[in-house]
């Protein structure tokens, strides 16, 4: 192509003159064109790269702006917990038996939206479970407590809930939270982890993954009284799936259409001391109709609802009283059951009820007190004991429970002491001790009589242990 160019170019210079060229004209005028030709060529290639340049500094920049949209609206936490627990068990006989160096993993993966400025969405992701085992913790598909258990190395999603806000400019805004709810690590766990708290409901009555809906009234505009709300709530605290809705076997109850599902309805008001926002005062009300016997038990044949259950709770906690790093809170529950006389028979052919026979109506209490101290620069040490006793009919929902006791179910006395170094914002580190006393088995459960200790019922548990606290 380059040669046909030159061709035509030379024949037009040959025909314009009137002089008939030399052969070394004609080569001048031929290097000179083949000069010319080599700068339009860099110049065109110039032209494509600065083009170039520029589509890449656009879609750079349009990436970076789609991101930082991305980034805006949706935004990250980690957390990650390591424990070491030496533990010490003594049954009613005298038995004694040590777990040593129960090492274990707890990692969470937070996500936050803000869709919409009316619209949030809230979203953790959890695994938990000792070191060099992947065994599967005979429990850990038990809806309440998914990812709450060591088990395997499984993720879980332990909450995944959107926040709708309305009637945000009238005197009574509200809220409605529906999903898998924040009804774990409640107050008040925070202060022994260190942490913000965490989930709406007092621990001492629930510590579980729960699935539900929540409407919540805010009442400060309309009270003109500051964090005032008061809360509708709504969950399934186990689901029947029917054989005709669901592919193989059934979670619970084969085809057995007489068994209905155990739901849970609560009103909780919330409040604070005057002139102390740090405080949180918390009233409640709960009811669960037609429990369940055992909702692992896919012999439906067996398996009956057994009755209904209620729960009122109080508590109070303080933060950083009087700005001298000292917090302390109060909880107190109390339950009352209504069974139907249905029984449920257990392995060892026994017929259990409703805490008991299913024939008679039964009530437990609980508190749980404790406080913390901080001291040092900046309060990077922490001191803290807890106390919580349960009597012989109590019943908590707190199976989820974070750590590996579930002390708050204890039917006795429980007692925690712990020193804590605060690394930073992000990381801590706790070293505690743990002493149980059981007064009477069943603690944690609901079916059949809680006696006195015999034989091989555990009597006592001690633990001293280790935790690393890492959230970001």
Known sequence: MLKVLLFFLCTSVVFASNETPTIQTLEKQIQELQKEIKTLQKGHQSLHKQTQDNYNELYDFTESVETKVLEDKMK????????????DKTYADGTHIHSDNMLTTKFMLGLHADITQNLKFHGRLSMYKYWGSSLTHPYSYYDN?????????????????????FFQDTSLPMALTIGRQPSTDGPSHQFKENLTRKATYSALLYDGVADGAV????????????????????????GYVNSDTYVGNAYIGASNDDIKDTN???????????????????????????IIANPLDTNYTNNKNIGDMQLFGAMLEVTNFQEKNIDFFIHYGYNKSDPNTQTYQDPNGNNLGLLGDGTEAKSGYAYWIGGRYGFGEKAHYKIGYEYNHGSKNWVSLTQGSY???????????????????VANRYLNFRLGYINIKYDYTGSGWFIGEGRKPTGQDLEKLQAVYLKMNMAY
């Not at 990250?76 to 533990?87: E, H």
């Open 264 to 290: 849970v309805y609560g009103i909780f008001f919330d409040t604070t001391l005057a002139n102390m926002p740090n405080s949180l005062i918390q009233i409640s009300y709960s009811q669960m109709k037609d």
């Open 145 to 165: 407590m998914q990812g709450r258990v060591p088990s395997n190395s499984a993720l879980y999603v332990e909450r995944a809930y959107i926040d709708y806000f």
């Open 215 to 238: 409407l919540t009234c805010n009442l400060s505009k309309l009270f003109h009284y500051n964090k005032t709300y008061l809360r509708f709530g709504y969950s399934k605290g186990f």
């Open 76 to 87: 990250f936490s980690l957390g990650l917990k390591f424990g070491d627990d030496f533990i």
């Open 403 to 421: 750590d590996l006791y579930n002390k708050l179910s204890t039917r006795g006395d429980t007692s925690e002491v712990y020193g804590m170094y």
